[in-house]
């Protein structure tokens, strides 16, 4: 069942939020948005999402230019 909790957490940069993603997919994780811009969070706005495998959305993003 999924908790319909969401976690997001501010990454350095964009390639920290890639290596987020490529972290929690190889722990067990389902992805549930690759790495990129999200333009109706605004237009620097880069984010990626998974679920764990406990069924958190868990999101890192970086709203800094590239």
Not at 32 to 40: A, C, E, L, V, Y
Not at 42 to 55: K, R, W
């Amino acid at each position: 069942m999924a908790s319909g909790l969401h976690f997001c957490f501010v990454a350095p940069t964009r390639k920290s939020v890639d290596q987020f993603h490529a972290a929690g997919l190889k722990a067990g994780g389902r992805d549930n948005g690759k790495p990129g811009i999200r333009p109706n969070y605004g237009p620097t706005y880069y984010a990626a999402f998974i679920i764990d495998p406990d069924g958190y959305r868990i999101e890192a993003h970086c709203s800094a230019a590239e």
